[in-house]
């Protein structure tokens, strides 16, 4: 176990919906990263929030959005789903942001979007 | 951009068996990590290499990095049923603190 816990771990919506994804960090880290993985691929990174602020953001539209709160912990948004965004969704924490520094990944979040 | 590829994509290989998995990038890269998962699992650290010559072993697996070819590999020895996972190849790129950009994974299936 790595300490990094999200919620929740199974959820369903429709086209056009809105959805928010929890991330809890592991103690001592304030940096949190997403990723998006469909079915059969590897991850893809979506955006890293450090001290409440976006970091560094990937190929990802607007639509998916984030926020970090005081106690580093994260959300992410995504607003006017898509069936393309069915996938599982990870949050990872590190103890601070730098290539030195390891990542350490959630459960994930597995998102159907019918 | 860096770019991860790994190949095989998919491995199916009797118990008791040696294989190696590749993994080149494209551009240079701070540090490779590998990662284990499991089916509907998230995912797990094996190793991280840092340098050129870098070699890593636990148990029946072995990475070792040569930065240089752009190239790791991932060493299984005599395969168990228990190994059976997807396993990717990942990267930071230089000059960015924020992302890993991971291979699409090698699906290993070690048949008893």
């Known amino acids: 176990e790595t300490g990094v816990t999200q919620s929740p771990t199974h959820l369903i919506k429709t086209r056009g919906q809105q959805v928010t994804l929890r991330c809890s960090s592991q103690?001592?880290?304030?940096?949190v990263s997403w990723y998006q993985q469909a079915l059969g691929q590897g991850p893809q990174f979506i955006f890293q929030?450090?001290?409440?602020?976006?970091?560094g953001r990937g190929n990802f539209p607007p639509r998916f959005s984030g926020l970090q709160f005081p106690n580093y912990s994260s959300e992410l948004n995504v607003n006017a789903l898509e069936l393309d965004d069915s996938a599982l969704y990870l949050c990872?924490?590190?103890?601070?942001?730098?290539?030195?520094?390891?990542?350490?990944f959630g459960q994930g979040t597995r998102l159907t979007v019918v | 951009e860096l770019k991860v590829e790994q190949n095989p994509l998919f491995l199916s290989m009797q118990e008791g068996k040696n294989y190696t998995i590749y993994c080149n990038y494209s551009?240079?890269?701070?540090?490779l990590y590998w990662y284990r998962q499991d089916p509907g699992k998230s995912l797990e650290s094996l190793f991280v290499?840092?340098?050129?010559?870098a070699v890593k072993q636990e148990g029946r697996l072995m990475a070792s990095l040569d930065t240089k070819a752009r190239l790791s590999t991932l060493h299984i020895t005599a395969a168990v049923h228990d190994l059976s996972a997807t396993y990717f190849c990942?990267?930071?790129?230089?000059?960015?603190?924020?992302?890993?950009?991971f291979g699409k994974g090698t699906r290993l299936h070690i048949l008893p």
């Open positions: 290499l840092l340098s050129n010559g």
């Open positions: 990942a990267a930071i790129p230089m000059n960015r603190d924020d992302k890993i950009i």
């Open positions: 103690s001592g880290h304030n940096t």
């Open positions: 551009t240079t890269s701070d540090r």
């Open positions: 990872a924490s590190s103890p601070t942001v730098g290539a030195n520094t390891e990542a350490f």
């Open positions: 929030y450090y001290r409440e602020e976006e970091n």
